[in-house]
Nanobody
Framework: QVQLVESGGGLVQAGGSLRLSCAAS???????MGWFRQAPGKEREFVAA????????NYAVTVKGRFTISRDNAKNAMYLQMTSLNAEDTAVYYC??????????????WGQGTQVTVSS
């Protein structure tokens, strides 16, 4: 089965940058993959997705222009480069596959999450 593991979370100052990584086991290169996040007391929300080739990307309005999603199929990895971080970006970030539009089917796969905390 596919397993996903996030890394790269941590504490960063407002206005700063952070790069998250998602390492996958099993072949996921054919999947559209993506990132989601969940802040305390809030619903898990879509952040970004990337097609199997990396040619197509999709971003939530709240992060568009600040975050960049990428993938390296040879390494079976996906990344989220986050810039201009603010307090509203504080959340647990999860990688997932496959992503259909902005959702993950019940048969999909999730990582365990990595905490991102933005201080001001």
């Amino acid at each position: 089965q596919v397993q996903l593991v996030e890394s790269g979370g941590g504490l960063v100052q407002a206005g700063g940058s952070l790069r998250l990584s998602c390492a996958a086991s099993g072949r996921t290169s054919m999947y559209t993959m993506g990132w989601f996040r969940q802040a305390p007391g809030k619903e898990r929300e879509f952040v970004a997705a990337i097609s199997w080739s990396g040619a197509a990307t999709n971003y939530a309005v709240t992060v568009k222009g600040r975050f960049t999603i990428s993938r390296d199929n040879a390494k079976n990895a996906m990344y989220l480069q986050m810039t201009s971080l603010n307090a509203e970006d504080t959340a647990v970030y999860y990688c997932a596959a496959p992503v259909l539009g902005t959702v993950v089917p019940g048969t999909g796969f999730w990582g365990q999450g990595t905490q991102v905390t933005v201080s001001s």
